[in-house]
């Protein structure tokens, strides 16, 4: 278990850090550190106090360490004390409103830095605007006391990247942030990049472990692949490579006995439609009229299990802990709107909590269904994909015959289950695993860097 410090400030401007003696029994002190910034001390124990760390105002200052009365975990570099972590939370859309510095994902960061006490973290929100490169230094916004604080504070020690869609991901300046930070300053930086679908599925169909999870996708190169999915599988939908939100999402039916196809998706003006058409032909030619087809891939429909005649599948959402390993934080089932081709609440869909839907019986087979293949999902995802990933979002089905399907998995999954009153507690779960799995990054930063950055 680790053990968190109190880092209290003294009213002098000695280079001195009265320290646990626990601490200076073990070690042989001559630096204190914290982000990037480091500087030359003596170390004495502590008089009468074994659980904080004091610094001096010099040392505050040189460190550029901000005075929030955060109990912070400690970690050793040869002859160095580092204290933190300090976590960069990287994002995009900062506005001038002094209580909305985020606009309206200004809520959503308030709740995630609620958790610093908890995890024993400094977080700060930034974007490339705030950085000072010539000093080495970053505006960062905290969260204190109901209230955001801008800081300068030195480059962090982890950065977890909560860019806000696959445009802000891909600007030129916000590559070039990512690529220095980790590059010249050797910054762990984890849930880099928005998954493909299709990249997704390419990478897992080859992990056996995980195979039968996946279903049959392709992506889309002519009408007769999907004649030929309809043929085997009666329904297939029709997505887009990079979509999110279930924007874009197509249920194509064929109807053998009439010999119609019927065409389920959302309208440009937000209503849910059913169109039956003669031919497969017409109605691709109808629907995606105005639409990129290579952009698109095609999907095996499954027979998913039902309430209420509206088709359910579930929301799990994975996080690595301060140790590195992978836990089931939440789980929420979700129902489809009427006529709706996705659970999306925009679509009509509706959250409800397993026990909802499920006597107690089949709700424990399937929460422990849903979770092992989840943490199975997870670790497969780690082991295939470049980067280092610390939550995911998974959106899973299952079908009729009880075998768990997958459909999407998420790297920055939204957070629209929390919405659900019985599903808070998980809420801060997850908020908490986020930030706590900086501190397994910063200490393999200091233990194995080879592994972070091979």
Not at 297 to 306: F, P
Not at 332 to 360: M, P, Y
Not at 411 to 424: N, V
């Amino acid at each position: 278990m680790r053990k968190h410090y109190l880092i209290e400030v003294a009213q002098n401007d000695q280079l001195v850090v009265f320290c646990p003696p626990s601490i200076l029994k073990e070690k042989k002190l001559t630096r204190i550190v914290f982000g990037s910034r480091s500087i030359e001390v003596d170390f004495i124990p502590h008089p009468d106090q074994n659980d904080r760390i004091s610094i001096s105002r010099k040392i505050q200052d040189a460190l550029r360490f901000p005075s929030f009365n955060i109990p912070l975990h400690v970690f050793f570099d040869n002859q160095s004390l580092i204290i933190g972590p300090l976590v960069g939370i990287f994002t995009a859309g900062f506005t001038s409103l002094p209580l909305e510095p985020i606009g309206d994902r200004t809520e959503f960061f308030s709740k995630l830095l609620s958790v610093n006490k908890m995890v024993g973290a400094q977080a700060f929100i930034f974007g490339e605007q705030h950085i000072d490169w010539e000093q080495g230094t970053i505006e960062g916004f905290f969260y204190q006391n109901q209230g955001w604080e801008k800081v300068e504070v030195p480059f962090p020690n982890v950065i977890y990247d909560r860019l806000p869609n696959r445009r802000s991901e891909n600007s030129p300046r916000s590559i070039k942030v990512r690529e220095r930070l980790q590059r010249e300053y050797l910054i762990p930086w984890y849930n880099p990049g928005f998954f493909n679908k299709l990249d997704i599925h390419d990478r897992l169909i080859q992990d056996e472990t995980v195979a039968h999870f996946l279903p049959d996708t392709l992506p889309f190169t002519s009408f007769s692949s999907i004649e030929t999915m309809l043929s085997n599988y009666g329904h297939v939908f029709i997505k887009p490579k990079n979509g999110s939100l279930g924007l874009g999402v197509h249920q194509v039916i064929y109807d053998k006995y009439s010999d119609d196809y019927f065409c389920r998706y959302q309208d440009s003006s937000g209503v849910n439609r059913l169109r039956k058409f003669s031919s497969l032909e017409r109605l691709m030619e109808t629907v995606f009229a105005n639409q990129s087809l290579d952009s698109m891939l095609v999907q095996q429909g499954i027979h998913l299990l039902r309430s209420e005649s509206r088709p359910i599948d579930f929301r799990v959402h994975t996080n690595k802990d301060d140790l590195g390993n992978w836990h089931v934080s939440a789980l929420a089932a979700k129902l489809a709107g009427l006529g709706s081709v996705t659970t999306h609440a925009r679509s009509g869909g509706d959250i409800k909590t397993i026990e909802e839907l499920f006597s107690n019986e089949v709700c424990t087979l399937y929460k422990e269904k849903l979770s092992n293949a989840a943490l199975l999902l997870s670790q497969s995802l780690d082991r295939h994909v470049e980067g280092i990933i610390g939550e995911i979002g998974f959106d899973l089905g299952i079908d009729r015959c009880g075998d768990v399907w997958l459909f999407e998995a998420n790297s920055k999954p939204g957070r629209t289950i929390f919405t659900h009153p019985e599903l808070k507690e998980f809420d801060l779960l997850t908020r908490k695993l986020s930030i706590a799995f900086a501190v397994f990054l910063t200490e393999q930063s200091l233990l194995s860097p080879e592994e972070l950055f091979k």
